[in-house]
Nanobody, 126 residues
Framework: QVQLVESGGGLVQAGGSLRLSCAAS????????MGWFRQTPGEAREFVAA????????DYADSVKGRFTISRDNAKNTVYLQMNSLKPEDTAVYYC???????????????????WGQGTQVTVSS
């Protein structure tokens, strides 16, 4: 049973930083793609960033490039999303997801991901 547990969300002022963590368990994730998505009420789930667990290659949404960094710690089976220079428009529930059929190029499509965490709220005040 795959489990993804996010943590690290909270309330921060604009310009501040947060680091989200996604602890993965239940499988060997070495061949997986791991992604972060976000969602606000009434809106579709939006791609934020992804990383291929084995190759380490990454992809980012244009809106977060240069501000967010995705990384993984193989020993801890954990994926991180470091978020700097946060803006009010980054406010959302952030979800961690796992793609068991990941290729070298990670997917930015939410429907490619098979497993999801419960989400963590990030609120950026102006």
């Amino acid at each position: 049973q795959v489990q993804l547990v996010e943590s690290g969300g909270g309330l921060v002022q604009a310009g501040g930083s947060l680091r989200l963590s996604c602890a993965a368990s239940g499988r060997t994730f070495s061949s997986y793609g791991m992604g972060w998505f976000r969602q606000t009420p009434g809106e579709a789930r939006e791609f934020v960033a992804a990383i291929n667990w084995s190759y380490g290659n990454t992809d980012y949404a244009d809106s977060v490039k240069g501000r967010f960094t995705i990384s993984r710690d193989n020993a801890k089976n954990t994926v991180y999303l470091q978020m700097n220079s946060l803006k009010p428009e980054d406010t959302a529930v952030y979800y961690c997801a796992a793609d068991q059929n990941s290729k070298v190029v990670v997917s930015t499509m939410h429907y490619a991901y098979d497993y999801w965490g419960q989400g963590t709220q990030v609120t950026v005040s102006s």
